[in-house]
Each structure stands twice: as structure tokens, then as C-alpha cells.
Nanobody
Framework: QVQLQESGPGLVKPSQTLSLTCTVS??????????WTWIRQPPGKGLEWIGY???????YYTPSLQSRTSISRDTSRNQFTLQLNSVTPEDTAVYYC???????WGQGTQVTVSS
């Protein structure tokens, strides 16, 4: 059974880089061809798909965030990581990692962008 757990700082200053890690258990980021996914939900808004990385290492991003986003993986730790550069208060949200192949969500982590 796949389980996901997000980790990272809850407060990031404007213009800095947001970095979150999702630790995978019960599955592997290198096999199964799963699209290991990041999604966020800003306050008072709906879910926004950020992007994913496949087991082969290829990554895909939503066009509106593509220029600021990078998703990578650490195969030795069975983790995948989100980096979002040049953040603004509009990037404040609950960030989730998600495995669509199994329907598994992480518990979510609140990230606030504020000086």
C-alpha cells in the first residue's frame, strides 16, 4: 500500500525558493511508471495541479508555473521533490503530493509566503 508524506518549511519569504519533499513508502519512485504528482490548494480556491515526475525521470508542469517549477527525485531515499522559485504571496497554499495510479494523497503541508 503506497503512502506519501510531505515535508518542508511552512514559511517562505517572497522571492525565495519553496522546496518540499514527498517520501514514498510501499512503492518506488523508480518503477511502476507512476506519475508522482504535486498539487496545491490556495486558501478559498480549488485544487491546482502543479506537475509530476515519472519513474523514468521525465517531468511535466502546468504551463502557468512551468518557468518557476522543478520536480526531481532522489532514488536512494525514495523521495520526490518540488522546487518553486521566486515565490510570491499568491503561492501560499496547502501543498499535496499525490499518486494518481493508487489514489493516494499525502496529508498536505501548509506553506505561507510572507516576509
Amino acid at each position: 500500500q503506497v503512502q506519501l508524506q510531505e515535508s518542508g518549511p511552512g514559511l517562505v519569504k517572497p522571492s525565495q525558493t519553496l522546496s518540499l519533499t514527498c517520501t514514498v513508502s510501499g512503492g518506488s519512485v523508480t518503477i511502476n511508471s507512476y506519475p508522482w504528482t504535486w498539487i496545491r490548494q490556495p486558501p478559498g480556491k480549488g485544487l491546482e495541479w502543479i506537475g509530476y515526475i515519472r519513474s523514468g525521470g521525465s517531468a511535466y508542469y502546468t504551463p502557468s508555473l512551468q518557468s518557476r517549477t522543478s520536480i526531481s527525485r532522489d532514488t536512494s531515499r525514495n523521495q520526490f521533490t518540488l522546487q518553486l522559485n521566486s515565490v510570491t504571496p499568491e503561492d501560499t497554499a496547502v501543498y499535496y503530493c499525490f499518486s494518481p495510479m493508487t489514489g493516494t494523497w499525502g496529508q498536505g503541508t501548509q506553506v505561507t509566503v510572507s516576509s
